[in-house]
């Protein structure tokens, strides 16, 4: 039997999509799933399936994986043999990855049924620039399903103190978990400085304000050579309005389309800077992802990740053009010692509170204090 704190346990990670159309959220989950198994539980991963589930499949390891058929809209996401599904998996304990879904229902439902510790992470979601769109579809979702998740959970899950705000200011509840995201290992400090070159990897989508980043790059002063390389998924008309931002620039603008594997890692070993314009943002793990390798980070305050500024692995990129522009023309201006400087403190910030093994250990007192308190009664977290 696996050694660990959560030895013998069955933990449930519920989310929409577990394929790389989860975005960031997939990326955590991923993440989440292999650090119960460093702890010694073992891990079931339910989502709604989607035209990448089984690509993406071994992206989860080892993990049980339950993939339920979508009845109706997709953005609703109801899927009637998910709860089913979930309640014949023998779970010790069910952790909800995303809101505004049909998976919140079926994640809350699970938790009436059973009596066993149910959390939730909204990842980002109940942030003001999310929840004021798609104004009356959120509304139905907090009348049908939402507020009962939220209230029936044995804690909501925070990844910054600011995100606990904002849970909140829509639940009602003050005693979030405010825990981190975990970055990948860091990497071993290089001196390489490497080529102008800016690189953007994530979702396309009008929050991560890539229009203006492109807008940005064009009006920035920039050395010989320098790159700005977008990649990422999304839906038609959001990469259809970034191609035509790209290209009515000078060509030194590039939209590459998804990457991933050793795509991913080579675009990433080219960058002197990874770059996050973003509007709203739970906790990046674009962001993570690079301090990890030692790559200085260009970001907005919407990232919750003040710790960059602060420690110097950071450059506040603003949102308009102008002040993109501003920012891109200073971190490309940079020399070698100045930019080693950055890329050692985004190192040390790996391997602080963002490293796998503080950000393990947190969860792992967590989730087996639940089980304990739902087994034997006290305190759930």
Not at 30 to 35: H, V
């Amino acid at each position: 039997m696996a050694a660990g704190p959560l030895a013998g346990l069955r933990i449930g990670l519920v989310t929409a999509s577990a394929s790389r159309l989860g975005g960031g959220v997939f990326e955590a989950v991923a993440a989440q799933a292999a650090m119960i198994r460093s702890l010694g539980g073992e891990v079931v991963v339910a989502a709604l399936r989607d035209e990448h589930s089984e690509a993406d499949r071994a992206r989860l390891g080892t993990a049980g994986t339950i993939t339920c058929d979508v009845k109706g809209p997709r953005q609703v996401g109801f899927a009637p043999q998910l709860l089913p599904a979930l309640l014949g998996a023998d779970l010790d304990c069910l952790h909800l990855h995303g809101i505004w879904m049909y998976p919140s229902a079926a994640a809350s439902a699970w938790a009436r049924h059973t009596r066993r510790p149910y959390f939730v992470s909204p990842h980002g979601m109940l942030d003001p620039w999310i929840t004021a769109r798609g104004k009356w579809k959120k509304a139905i979702a907090r009348l049908v399903y939402e507020r009962t998740s939220w209230h029936r959970a044995s804690a909501l899950h925070a990844l910054t103190a600011r995100e606990g705000a904002d849970i909140a200011r829509e639940s009602g509840r003050t005693d979030s978990l405010v825990v981190p995201n975990a970055g990948p290992a860091a990497a071993a400090a290089t001196s390489a400085y490497p080529a102008p070159v800016v690189v953007y990897i994530g979702r396309i989508h009008a929050k991560k304000n890539l229009v203006a980043l492109v807008e940005g790059w064009m009006a920035s002063t920039r050395p010989a050579g320098a790159r700005l390389l977008i990649a990422g998924w999304g839906d038609d008309a959001a990469v259809a309005e970034l191609r035509a931002a790209t290209t009515r620039g000078d060509g030194t603008a590039e939209f590459l389309g998804p990457v991933f594997g050793a795509a991913k890692e080579d675009l990433l070993a080219r960058a002197r800077f990874v770059i996050l314009p973003s509007h709203s943002e739970g906790l990046p793990m674009a962001m993570l992802e690079a301090w990890a390798r030692g790559i200085p980070t260009l970001m907005t305050g919407e990232c919750n990740l003040p710790e960059g500024f602060a420690q110097g692995a950071a450059m506040d990129c603003g949102y308009d053009p102008a002040t993109i522009a501003t920012s891109l023309s200073s971190a490309l201006a940079l020399d070698g010692p100045a930019w080693s400087a950055m890329a050692a403190s985004a190192l040390g910030l790996a391997r602080g509170s963002f490293s796998p093994a503080a950000v393990a250990a947190r969860w792992g007192e967590i989730y087996a204090r639940a089980v304990a308190a739902a087994r034997f009664g006290g305190e759930t977290a």
